[in-house]
Antibody, heavy 117, light 106 residues
Framework: QVQLVESGGGVVQPGRSLRLSCAASGFTFSRYSIHWVRQSPDKGLEWVAVVSYDGSKKYLADSVKGRFTISRDNAKNTLYLQMNSLRVDDTAVYYC??????????WGQGTLVTVSS | EIVLTQSPATLSLSPGERATLTCRASQRVSTSVAWYQQKPGQAPRLLIYDASNRATGIPARFSGGGSGTDFTLTISRLEPEDFAVYYCQQRANWYTFGQGTKLEIK
């Protein structure tokens, strides 16, 4: 069955960096675009970033552009989110999400990122 | 940015009743709307895509409708496991989500 398992969350001070990972299994990872979506009590569900199936196309939300980088390693079936210059309002649960025909069909269980001094 | 407004914020119903949730988009989005269910401590789960298509494994009591700016999610007869938070999402112009409707037991 399709599984997406996020890791790398934690508590970090404002201005610092964190890298999230998402390990995929149960499907052919290299055939799908994968997204990061975050959820916080203040802002609700918010789309963050997407990388195309082969890694050639990457798009980020304006709120994270210039600070976050999305990447993937298809040999390792793993997605990454490098988060730099973290801000308090980046605090959220971060979900790794598979896309099929622009539909978010499978979600990971999420990893919590808390940005606090 | 396309803003999605869901109503009501909270819906109190009993098992066996019919639930109708609405989602209004600030611009026309054709039928590019999906609905998700989220239970406490869990990730969202896809229920409906392209406004009216049930995702794999979703019971027939869930149905979606609408086009343009107004969309509905209907649960024909509520089961105890249906009480959760429901979100709509559009994919016509990037991706945005509604703020959610909490369906609670009356």
């Amino acid at each position: 069955q399709v599984q997406l398992v996020e890791s790398g969350g934690g508590v970090v001070q404002p201005g610092r960096s964190l890298r999230l990972s998402c390990a995929a299994s149960g499907f052919t990872f290299s055939r799908y675009s994968i997204h990061w979506v975050r959820q916080s009590p203040d802002k609700g569900l918010e789309w963050v970033a997407v990388v195309s199936y082969d890694g050639s196309k990457k798009y980020l939300a304006d709120s994270v552009k210039g600070r976050f980088t999305i990447s993937r390693d298809n040999a390792k079936n793993t997605l990454y989110l490098q988060m730099n210059s973290l801000r308090v309002d980046d605090t959220a649960v971060y979900y790794c999400v598979r896309e099929q025909w622009l539909v978010f069909d499978y979600w990971g269980q999420g990893t919590l990122v808390t940005v606090s001094s | 940015e396309i803003v999605l407004t869901q109503s009501p914020a909270t819906l109190s119903l009993s098992p066996g009743e019919r639930a109708t949730l609405t989602c209004r988009a600030s611009q026309r989005v054709s039928t590019s709307v999906a609905w998700y269910q989220q239970k406490p401590g869990q990730a969202p789960r896809l229920l409906i895509y392209d406004a009216s298509n049930r995702a794999t494994g979703i019971p027939a009591r869930f149905s979606g409708g609408g086009s343009g700016t107004d969309f509905t999610l209907t649960i024909s007869r509520l089961e105890p496991e249906d009480f959760a938070v429901y979100y709509c999402q559009q994919r016509a112009n990037w991706y945005t989500f509604g703020q959610g409707t909490k369906l609670e037991i009356k």
